[in-house]
């Protein structure tokens, strides 16, 4: 399967510190998305890196992709409380798109 | 960008019921739709997807079916339900394989 795996799985920090959670995933890919879940809701998309980027930022959000370890990593800087939630890598090729079993980050204020 | 409607929010069914839920687009026309499910804490399992109407693929056997009668319109069935069909159901978007995808609010189902 070429599904994305987060770690870690679950991840608590104090408001104002980073959050950095990885993906790992097993085939080429021709892209990577980041997307967070707030409970009980749906996901909304937070960045698309493409496989021919290494890095890209988006506010607070920086991630890289590291094709040759086929990992990838985001990063939440300066956390905040509504930071909260569960975020999921996407990964997708040809016409296979595959969802990662996510990281359950917690921010305390 | 697209914006995904689903219905109902929360639905509770006992087993051996039918099924029907419902997703619409606005925002593109000839979306790639998605059906998801998702157990309690997990990730996201793909059931179905349509990249045009009356095109679907499941990508997992199971007790239930989806049709997409028009170009914004994808419908997830069952005929009689299970106690495990109970989940988050996600409908999503997205304008190709490989671009973003747009999700709804999402419909949790117990099935008692």
């Known amino acids: 399967s070429q599904q994305g795996e987060e770690d870690p799985q679950a991840l608590s920090i104090q408001e104002g510190e980073n959050a950095t959670m990885n993906c790992s995933y097993k085939?080429?890919?021709?892209?990577l998305q980041w997307y967070r879940q707030n409970s009980g809701r749906g996901l909304v998309h937070l960045i698309l890196?493409?496989?021919?980027?290494r890095e890209k930022h988006s506010g607070r959000l920086r991630v890289t992709l590291d094709t040759s370890k086929k990992s990838s990593s985001l990063l939440i800087t300066a956390s905040r409380a509504a930071d909260t939630a569960s975020y999921f890598c996407?990964?997708?090729?040809?016409?296979?798109?595959?969802f990662g079993t996510g990281t359950s980050l917690t921010v305390i204020p | 960008s697209q914006t995904i409607h689903q219905w109902p929010a929360t639905l509770v069914q006992p087993v051996g019921s039918p099924l029907s839920l419902e997703c619409t687009v606005e925002?593109?026309?000839?979306?790639?739709l998605y059906w998801y499910r998702q157990a309690a804490g997990r990730g996201l399992q793909l059931l179905f997807y349509?990249?045009?109407?009356?095109?679907i693929s499941s990508e997992v056997p199971q007790n239930l079916s989806a049709s997409r009668p028009q170009d914004r319109q994808f419908i997830l069935s069952s005929k009689k339900l299970l106690l495990s069909d109970s989940g988050f159901y996600l409908c999503?978007?997205?304008?190709?394989?490989?671009?973003?995808?747009?999700f709804g609010p999402g419909t949790r189902l117990l099935v008692l």
């Open positions: 085939t080429s890919i021709n892209n």
């Open positions: 925002g593109t026309s000839n979306p790639n």
């Open positions: 996407a990964t997708g090729a040809g016409n296979q798109f595959y």
């Open positions: 890196i493409r496989s021919n980027e």
């Open positions: 999503a978007g997205s304008t190709g394989w490989q671009e973003t995808q747009y």
């Open positions: 349509s990249v045009g109407i009356g095109q």
